[in-house]
């Protein structure tokens, strides 16, 4: 089977962002609360027998664990033509991959009864934010689900320089403007698009922790993860300005998981 590169191949290991690093590392689950998360989330989601779209799927790992499920059908979406095929690839023919945006899929309205899109808000601004979920709550039907798995800022009061503070060091960290959100603030973006939050879950964001790794990826893909940093001193230098990110945060970031509906 012909090899299929990691999205951004071409730009080098100081450049790169931070999740397409890891991946190119070996790093297969890149979500901010983990497998764990991911999997309690759509267990909660009602994928058996739900016609699903995955926004932004990337490196096709969270597909696999839909398609375990049994969904009546799968369609990816991603901007990456690169990522498309990592999907691809991932779900092995029981479903199709688009490459488009998140914020405009060109699939049909109430096409969907369950969206899915992890560790892909985070990245955007206020207005992309905004496109996206606009996009996810056309797609579902009425009854249908959105489940996110994002990066949230603790406590809700957390005050605007710490806010501040935390995206210009996940900036120069992860090379993204991320802009994680408050539970509150994530919760009011579902409501200002018509959505009903119904669950909300959180964990620590531990994803550079070593016993967050080998829960994630096994102890051979962690290994392998170990092996390919030790190897590969500019990209271990980034990992661990990463990992120091985080840690010096930690007290302010989670993963969060939620699930809203659209009404009726």
Known sequence: MPRIPVPAAHRDDDT??????????????????????????????????AEVVELAPGMGRTATEIAALGPRS??????DPDAAANTERAIAGIGTVTVADASETGLPSASADVVIGEAMLTMQGEKAKGAIVAEAARLLRPGGRYAIHELS??????????????????????????????TQEWRALLADHGLVVDHVETVPMALLDPKRIIADEGLTGALRFAVNLLRQRDARRRVLAMRATFRAHRAHLRGIAIIAHKPE
């Open 153 to 182: 800022l603790t406590p809700d009061s957390v005050g605007e320089d710490v806010k501040t503070d935390i995206r210009q060091s996940l900036a120069r960290s992860i090379r993204v403007n991320a802009r994680p959100l408050t």
């Open 74 to 79: 799968y369609r990816g979406v991603d901007a």
């Open 16 to 49: 790169v962002h931070g999740h397409w690093l890891l991946a190119r590392l070996g790093k297969r689950v890149l979500r901010p609360g983990g497998l764990e998360l991911t999997r309690s989330l759509l267990q909660r989601s009602g994928i058996p027998e």
